[in-house]
């Protein structure tokens, strides 16, 4: 609960520098490692080749791609997304360790949010422990309302999402909210390898979702920061 209350109020004290931010105009997804004792155990990034497919193309001969694949669960996606990117989320070690992946999504703050939601890879429901590490805690939402108040977070299996569609290795899952005019949107990834159901440390999310809009892809700048001189604002908070 510490680790969370901290980073509400980093959220918080980010979004606040709005001159930074006035040049985004669309949903974007900024991932980062909040670890002020640097111990190097957590990791959030975007990669290539790692997303839920939506009209990917195969190859049989190494030299030509003659056919699509899409998972079922992700019959749609991001458009801007090129390289099937996907979210990787990992906290290594123990849960109490002072430290979290974290993904910050910028584009949604004043704006009344009714929905989000994720792809996230997992070969089978909810319940079962193969694939990413979902649980009530992580990876989660974490909305703070605009104005002050208190906070809302939503877990991977609590509330329980509705599975809108399961595929070969991926399930979509969404969440109605009462509408909520937004501060700051994350989502927080602070568990580790010591907390089940699986005990695995590590999820890897796609098509981020807020109302019904999706971010399938890393920033356009590239850095997982913003451009311009943001990056000093980060490292003197954090």
Same mark, same amino acid.
């Given at each position: 609960?510490?680790?969370?209350?901290?980073?509400?109020?980093?959220? *918080?004290?980010?979004?606040?520098?709005?001159?930074?931010?006035? &040049? *985004?105009?669309?949903?974007?997804?900024?991932?980062?490692?909040?670890? %002020?004792?640097?111990?190097?155990?957590?990791?959030?990034? &975007?990669?290539?080749?790692?997303?839920?497919?939506?009209?990917?193309?195969?190859?049989?001969?190494?030299?030509?791609?003659?056919?699509?694949?899409?998972?079922?669960?992700?019959?749609?996606?991001?458009?801007?997304?090129?390289?099937?990117?996907?979210?990787?989320?990992?906290?290594?070690?123990?849960?109490?360790?002072?430290?979290?992946?974290?993904?910050?999504?910028?584009?949604?703050?004043?704006?009344?949010?009714?929905?989000?939601?994720?792809?996230? &890879?997992?070969?089978?429901?909810?319940?079962? %422990?193969?694939?990413?590490?979902?649980?009530?805690?992580?990876?989660?939402?974490?909305?703070?309302?605009?104005?002050?108040?208190?906070?809302?977070?939503?877990?991977?299996?609590?509330?329980?999402?509705?599975?809108?569609?399961?595929?070969?290795? !991926?399930?979509?899952?969404?969440?109605? *909210? %009462?509408?909520?005019?937004?501060?700051?949107?994350?989502?927080?990834?602070?568990?580790?390898?010591?907390?089940?159901?699986?005990?695995?440390?590590?999820?890897?999310?796609?098509?981020?979702?807020?109302?019904?809009?999706?971010?399938?892809?890393?920033?356009?700048?590239?850095?997982?920061?913003?451009?311009?001189?943001?990056?000093?604002?980060?490292?003197?908070? !954090?």
């Amino acid at each position: 609960m510490k680790l969370r209350a901290h980073l509400a109020s980093v959220a *918080i004290l980010v979004l606040g520098t709005g001159a930074a931010y006035a &040049w *985004i105009d669309r949903l974007e997804a900024y991932p980062f490692e909040f670890d %002020p004792a640097n111990t190097f155990l957590v990791q959030a990034e &975007w990669l290539a080749g790692i997303g839920c497919p939506t009209g990917a193309r195969i190859s049989h001969d190494g030299s030509t791609t003659t056919e699509s694949f899409s998972d079922p669960a992700c019959a749609t996606g991001d458009p801007r997304d090129r390289r099937n990117e996907g979210l990787l989320l990992v906290k290594t070690g123990p849960t109490a360790n002072f430290a979290a992946a974290v993904v910050e999504i910028k584009g949604a703050r004043g704006e009344i949010v009714t929905e989000v939601g994720y792809d996230i &890879w997992k070969p089978d429901s909810l319940g079962e %422990p193969a694939g990413s590490h979902c649980s009530n805690g992580a990876p989660r939402f974490d909305i703070t309302p605009f104005g002050g108040g208190a906070a809302t977070s939503i877990g991977c299996s609590s509330p329980p999402p509705v599975v809108e569609a399961s595929g070969d290795g !991926w399930l979509r899952l969404r969440w109605m *909210i %009462p509408a909520i005019k937004v501060e700051s949107l994350s989502i927080v990834f602070d568990e580790g390898q010591d907390t089940g159901p699986d005990n695995f440390g590590l999820a890897v999310l796609d098509n981020i979702d807020v109302n019904d809009t999706l971010v399938g892809a890393g920033p356009v700048s590239g850095t997982g920061l913003p451009p311009g001189d943001v990056e000093p604002i980060w490292k003197e908070v !954090w």
